[in-house]
């Protein structure tokens, strides 16, 4: 049974940090993993769709990087800021729908 | 394109009722996945289906959840006889027709269902 963990639950940085949000996964069986953004009360806007064959995808300040073999995918992101604070989920299609993590509650604090 | 569409946004219910939420995909998708979050819980999947067919209910519970998805209007999830453990966020997400394995998900901005 694929299970996802997100480290750490909770993280408050000052703006214009670099930061990195740390997602494991058990199956490495997997056909992609799918970086969200989710903000209170809100619904999930997808930020990035990595495929098993790839090792890494970027958009704008973020990059997020694959390592299947082991199970680990990174969200980066860069010059942080007040609007991205959020939770940010991280999943894994596998032979199952989308299994997701608990998610990040990140803070940006001006 | 419109994205994915769930109604109603806040559902409030008593114990006993019946809750129906919505779900309209996005324009050319035809996979259609109901996923649930519980305060402080992370995203739960409970079915995954196709027009006209169930392809994966492993996440439902056994008892008062049905969910289906007609050949003409939007999915439906359906809670008979609510209890207060059904108070919850649905989500709905659809994704393209091809690539059903490999394709992005696109979620709704859900439905808050309370239960009184």
């Known amino acids: 049974k694929q299970e996802v963990t997100q480290i750490p639950a909770a993280l408050s940085v000052p703006e214009g940090e670099n930061l990195v949000l740390n997602c494991s996964f058990t199956?490495?069986?997997?056909?992609?993993l799918q970086w969200f953004r989710q903000d209170p009360g809100k619904g999930l806007t997808s930020l990035l769709l990595?495929?098993?064959?790839?090792r890494e995808q970027t958009s704008g300040r973020l990059n997020a990087s694959l390592d299947k073999s082991s199970g680990r995918s990174t969200l980066y992101i860069a010059a942080s800021q007040p609007g991205d604070s959020a939770t940010y989920l991280c999943?894994?299609?596998?032979?199952?729908?989308?299994?997701f993590g608990k998610g990040t509650r990140l803070s940006v604090i001006a | 394109n419109a994205g994915v569409m769930q109604n109603p946004r806040h559902l409030v219910r008593r114990r006993g009722q019946e809750a129906r939420l919505r779900c309209s995909p996005m324009?050319?998708?035809?996979?259609v996945y109901w996923y649930r979050q519980l305060p402080e819980e992370g995203l739960k999947f409970m079915v995954y289906?196709?027009?006209?067919?169930?392809?994966?209910e492993s996440g439902m519970p056994k008892e008062r959840f049905s969910a289906e998805f007609p050949k003409e209007g939007p999915s439906i999830l359906r809670i008979q006889q609510v209890v207060r453990g059904d108070s919850a966020a649905y989500f709905c997400?659809?994704?393209?027709?091809?690539?059903?394995?490999?394709?992005?998900?696109?979620f709704g901005e859900g439905s808050r269902l309370t239960v009184l």
């Open positions: 997400a659809s994704s393209p027709s091809t690539g059903a394995n490999t394709g992005e998900l696109f």
């Open positions: 199956d490495s069986a997997i056909y992609n």
């Open positions: 990595i495929q098993s064959s790839q």
């Open positions: 999943a894994v299609r596998g032979n199952t729908p989308l299994v």
């Open positions: 324009k050319g998708h035809s996979h």
């Open positions: 289906l196709q027009k006209e067919n169930i392809i994966d």
